[in-house]
């Protein structure tokens, strides 16, 4: 095979330097980091790296971001993250070893990677499994006898192992799309669309005990190959009835097989896998309505995918306490456009600023084709040629691994008030303040920065996304 070529399709990932005029006595020192969301230009992968500047006071530019250190809206974030899938690690797997750390670096290192911090996998297919397949192939195997996770052992599996062995302080949540076909009234894992009143679990005790020791078994088989599942989210889109594998579940259901059998199983299994509702989407209403039962205590917090804004206010307004994560991002159709990647900062914004923990992207790998086992194209970060050993670092990859970089768990979300039509995204721990901000234009543009009292004018250059790092001098 021959030598992998590392490069992005139109995006220009380059150093930013802010000029100032003056020196300030203050306590902060600037970093700035920047990615060009630029049209027309190709450069080697290589990750941002920091430069040194001074800070300039100024007030008089009409554009002004009010960062409220004291205002916390989330106090512990989780970071940045990204999904694994059957064909990512099918494509994964056909690099060389040597190439196989080199995107395992660019992807989940700390020191200079993306440092992708907290992602998702499946529990069996997905739709970007190469085909559906659960874990438990046999009908009637009430006790998981023939429960194997052999077909991961060459795909998926090796791909998380090569992301725990870059970073060890990786954590990752399942979902399942669907049980294995046995247990649905279907007896099919996919075609809900053409049997939507079946796509569901059969409403039988035997049924559910027999799909709490599957999650049991996965677990524990996850573990013995060095993979920790931290999260377990019951079902992936639980008002979906798709073509590919899926599964209808009502929040009542839910709420029953968490407490009666899930939780009773783990305890038996000696397993500590925080387990979390949904993922919801916000048609149907279903994250609301499962708050609303008294059997919600018996989870750690709910996931959300595709909900606006209103839905994790209302929940917030109605459960103070409630713990969001964010479990999917726009899939998009494989375009891979610039275009695309302009709008993911303002994707993320809206689920940190509006309480989530965390943001994680779809796809991180996809194979040359971006193509799904049931016929659709979705973006990835990366696509891999599995002929030629090309890897193509797509636009998106450029803002999902900046706000990676100085998103980090442990951090704490701020408000920040922006002026009309703007977004901004403030973070913090005890050494710095990071302020991402966005220029779309063709231009350059001056802005300012309100924090601790002060008034800083920051230069966005033309079409980025910047990282204003504000670090503490002490």
């Not at 992807?107 to 907290?118: I, Y």
């Not at 077909?151 to 090796?158: A, D, G, N, Q």
């Amino acid at each position: 095979m021959k030598r992998n070529i590392l490069r992005i399709v139109s995006l220009s990932l380059v150093i930013g330097l802010m000029l100032t005029s003056c020196k300030t006595n203050d306590d902060y020192q600037l970093e700035l980091n920047y990615v060009t969301l630029a049209n027309g230009t190709k450069v080697t992968a290589q990750p941002v790296k920091s430069t040194s500047v001074d800070l300039s006071l100024q007030k008089d530019v009409s554009v002004s971001f009010k960062v409220e250190l004291d205002s916390i809206i989330h106090p512990n974030l989780s970071g940045i993250g990204g999904a694994f899938n059957e064909m990512g690690g099918d494509a994964f797997v056909s690099l060389s070893a040597e190439n196989q750390k080199e995107l395992s670096n660019a992807l989940f290192n700390t020191t200079d990677g993306s440092g992708l911090s907290n992602c998702r996998t499946a529990v069996g297919s997905s739709d970007f499994g190469l085909s559906a397949y659960s874990y438990s192939e046999t009908p009637g195997d009430y006790t998981m006898e023939h429960f194997s996770i052999a077909r991961e052992k060459s795909t998926l599996i090796p791909f998380l192992q090569a992301a725990y062995k870059v970073n060890p302080q990786l954590k990752m949540f399942a979902s399942p799309w669907s049980p294995p076909g046995w247990m649905k009234e279907s007896g099919t894992m996919d075609g809900g669309d053409k049997n939507v009143e079946q796509n569901i679990l059969k409403k039988d005790p035997k049924i559910y005990e027999a799909y709490a020791l599957y999650f049991a078994k996965y677990i524990k088989a996850y573990k013995e190959n060095g993979i920790t599942i931290d999260r377990l989210v019951i079902q992936n889109e639980t008002d979906m009835n798709p073509g590919y594998p899926g599964n209808d579940m009502q929040p009542e259901e839910m709420a029953d097989l968490v407490s009666d059998y899930i939780i009773p199983q783990f305890k038996e299994s000696n397993i500590d896998t925080e387990l979390w509702a949904g993922s919801f989407r916000g048609k149907r209403k279903d994250a609301q309505k499962f708050m609303s039962l008294e059997k919600s205590k018996n989870v750690t917090g709910v996931g959300l995918q595709y909900c606006p804004p209103s839905t994790m206010e209302e929940l917030l307004e109605n459960h103070p306490d409630i713990k969001i994560m964010h479990t999917e991002g726009r899939c998009d159709d494989g375009k891979n456009s610039m275009k695309q990647a302009r709008k993911r900062f303002s994707e993320v914004s809206d689920w940190l600023n509006s309480g989530s923990e965390n943001f994680c992207y779809w796809n991180i790998i996809l194979n040359e084709t971006s193509t799904s086992g049931w016929g659709w194209k979705q973006n990835s970060l990366i696509n891999i040629n599995r002929t030629s050993g090309e890897l193509t670092y797509n636009s998106d990859y450029a803002p999902i691994s900046l706000l990676s970089q100085y998103i980090r768990p442990g951090d704490q979300s701020l408000v920040v008030n922006t002026p009309e039509n703007k977004k901004a995204i403030a973070v913090k721990n005890k050494d710095r303040v990071v302020v991402f901000l966005e220029n779309n234009e063709a231009m350059a543009a001056t802005q300012n920065i309100e924090l601790k009292g002060k008034t800083y004018a920051v230069n966005l250059p033309a079409e980025s996304l910047c990282a204003f790092v504000f670090k503490n001098k002490a």
